[in-house]
């Protein structure tokens, strides 16, 4: 035993250590950059809740007001959250990226073709349609889950 430590001193004594002192400076700026990273992810994530939050607090989670003119309602609030969406993508694992993405696609279509006649008639049950309602509700959910990681 005494021997194999002998002869690792005597190593770290004719090695030079700057390659040593280089990877563990690595090591370390590898770490903070990870830590950067997960305080980016995690704004990212925060400021996309609070965006749905806040534009969408009348509508989800619970419908509490519709307001009129649903559509120029919606369609004025889609740039911000498509903001806050481009932000979020870049933190999404890229096995998840194409639901992400589908979702996102989803809930603008549905955003840019959703009108006060479609709510009318969803509420007198003219139209064999979903209740616009339930399936806005459930596209906002579908676009949440991925912030839970």
Request: aromatic share 12%; glycine share 2%.
């Amino acid at each position: 035993m005494d021997e194999s430590l002998a002869q690792i001193a005597s190593y770290f004594g004719t090695v030079p250590l700057w390659p040593f002192v280089l990877f563990g400076l690595l090591g370390v700026v590898a770490i903070m950059v990870d830590i950067v990273n997960r305080k980016r992810r995690a704004m990212a994530i925060e400021n996309f809740r609070y965006t749905i939050e806040t534009e969408l607090a009348d509508m989800y989670p619970q419908h509490k007001r519709w307001p009129a003119n649903i559509n120029h309602y919606l369609t004025a609030r889609l740039p911000e959250m498509y903001q806050n969406f481009e932000v979020l993508r870049v933190f999404i694992p890229q096995k998840n990226l194409l639901q992400y993405n589908t979702d996102w696609n989803n809930f603008r279509d549905f955003c840019r073709t959703l009108t006060d006649e479609k709510i009318a008639a969803a509420e007198q049950n003219t139209a064999n349609e979903p209740d616009p309602k339930v399936v806005f509700n459930q596209l906002v959910a579908n676009l949440m889950k991925h912030t839970e990681f």
